[in-house]
Structure formats: C-alpha cells, structure tokens
C-alpha cells in the first residue's frame, strides 16, 4: 500500500478588509491540484466588522466558484458573530481542521499573531507554518516538500 500524503489545511482569518483575498483563496484550489493528498480550505470571517458583510459575501462566491474546478479541495467559511483576535480566529479553524500539516495565512496581519499561543490546542504531530499572504506557488512547493 503507498504511502500517503498527509492531509494539509489553509487557515484564512480575514478580519477587516483583506487584500489579495480572492487572489490567495485561488490560489490554494490551483496549487492542490499539484498535491497527492487531501486538502482542505477554512476561511475563518469575523462578522462583527462593518465591513464583512461584503467580504463574507466575496469569500463564500470565491470558494464554490473554485469548489466546482476542485472537489478535491474541501473548503468551509466559518463565520464569527463575536469579536475575535487573530489568534482566536485560527484556534476556532483549529478545532474544525483534519490537517497534520497546517498552513495559516495572516492576511497582512502577521505583526497580531503569535504563534506561541497555538502550543496548548492539543496540535501533536502536527507542523504549521504562518505566512503573511499566500499567493506563490514556491512558498507551497516548500511547505509541502518538507513531508
């Protein structure tokens, strides 16, 4: 029996007004299509900005339009009706993820987000990697090369 790939998940905190979303969440479908292995998408949406209705609305389009090209890529919006940090946006997408490789992406936020603090939600032999923004098909290819 071959080996397996390990199932890999992109975690998306947009809080506020995201750049390059579109362009990231994209990006995840395209480059799994170059993954032997399951992948997952888990785009995390504070509700509680003024703003978010709007990007809710974009996120949610963004992931079927990319889900019909790639049913491998299981992707989920979870949406936020109480204020939440960045770190507490990706310990909720934590609890929801399969990954054992785990990909969170700031969104520009990297400077808010401390990833000490993601050490107590029982992440075992999981590896996580944070970017500032996800859109290189290099940064992926890395990532995943270190299986």
């Known amino acids: 029996m071959p080996d397996l790939a390990p199932t890999v998940t992109f975690i998306m905190p947009i ?14 479908f395209r480059f799994s299509d170059h993954y032997r292995g399951f992948c997952e998408l888990i785009v995390v949406v504070d509700e509680t900005a003024k703003e978010t209705e709007a990007i809710a609305k974009i996120v949610g389009l963004a992931v079927k339009i990319n889900g019909v090209n790639h049913p491998h890529v299981r992707a989920r919006v979870l949406h936020c009706t109480s204020t939440q940090s ?15 490789k785990i990909m969170i992406v700031a ?5 808010r987000f401390d990833a000490s603090q993601l050490c107590g939600l029982g992440m075992g032999q999981r590896e996580i990697l944070v970017a500032e923004y996800f859109l290189d098909e290099t940064m992926f290819g ?6």
């Open 15 to 28: 809080q506020g007004k995201p750049e390059f979303l579109v362009e990231q969440i994209n990006a995840v």
């Open 142 to 147: 890395e990532f995943l090369a270190t299986q």
């Open 107 to 111: 969104n520009g936020r990297l400077d």
């Open 86 to 100: 960045l770190s507490g946006s990706v310990e909720i997408a934590l609890t929801h993820s399969l990954g054992d």
